[in-house]
């Protein structure tokens, strides 16, 4: 077993020669983010990896069947994710099969059933681990206490929690890797009197929107310029911006980047 290390001196990515031997395989199959974990620690995951890569510890075999499981895990994440968003033909009928419903016709499927098996995925698996994860909304130190006589006047309401459910529900569809997913657990909500904030880590460095809730069916969210207003009915409208907010908001605040090629250099050990 060969074992290659990608790295810009911040993002180490670690590779081995399963599939071909003597030759790196495409994906790594364990990434340390030295920033992210300045800011997080080291997943123990990862940890577990480099107690493997010790000088007393170090086992070609181990690190091969190690590799070779993290790389399978990490290819059904991605397959799953991908039906979560999309559902396949292929996928929804099996889906449909095990559900007792035989046959059914493609026509069938992609006007009903798909977004059915969409949604079932998400009220299944998504909705469930994301309440757990937040289930007690973190603070922010960014801002001051709220006072006694200010909380007395703030009701969080059930379309509040309703659009904070949303946003954590579709940015596990919008996230477009593991390290987005991974860091919509740090995604909260704080409640002011007459707006609704939505937050990545910092209630006020990583503002994503201010929510106001309309009076005649129209909600308005506020965006970070240069976005700005969306005046919307349909909160599906949002999608794009707050995709493109998070994105950047885990950019500015130490989310885990791909390391540059262009400086990157790749070892053999």
Avoid: W
Avoid at 198 to 214: A, C, H, P, Q, W
Avoid at 232 to 259: H, K, Y
């Amino acid at each position: 077993m060969r074992l290659g290390i990608l790295t810009n001196g911040l993002r180490f990515e670690l590779f081995v020669d399963v599939e071909n031997p003597n030759i790196m395989d495409d994906e790594p199959f364990v990434t340390l983010d030295m920033e992210a974990a300045a800011l997080r620690g080291i997943p123990a995951d990862v940890l577990d990896v480099l107690g493997t890569l010790t000088r007393t510890g170090f086992q070609p075999a181990a690190m091969s069947e190690i590799a070779e499981m993290r790389l399978v895990s990490k290819r059904l994440r991605t397959v799953l994710m991908q039906e979560v968003r999309e559902p396949s033909l292929e996928f929804c009928r099996t889906v449909l099969r095990l559900a007792k419903l035989e046959n059914v016709r493609k026509s069938r499927i992609e006007a009903v059933y798909s977004s059915m098996v969409r949604n079932a995925f998400e009220e299944a698996f998504v909705i469930p681990v994301l309440e757990l994860l937040r289930a007690s909304p973190n603070g922010d130190t960014d801002a001051n206490p709220t006072t006694d006589v200010t909380a007395q006047r703030i009701v969080t309401t059930d379309r509040e929690l309703a659009v904070y459910r949303y946003v954590c529900r579709r940015l596990a569809f919008l996230a477009s890797d593991e390290h987005q997913f991974s860091a919509i657990e740090h995604v909260h909500y704080r409640d002011y009197v007459g707006k609704f904030a939505v937050y990545y880590r910092s209630v006020n460095k990583g503002r994503l929107f201010d929510f106001i809730e309309g009076g005649n069916g129209y909600d308005k969210f506020i965006f970070p310029e240069p976005i700005g207003e969306v005046i919307t009915s349909t909160m599906a409208e949002i999608d794009e911006p707050l995709r493109a907010v998070f994105s950047q908001r885990i950019r500015d605040l130490g989310g885990a980047q791909p390391a540059n090629a262009s400086n990157l250099h790749k070892l053999r050990a």
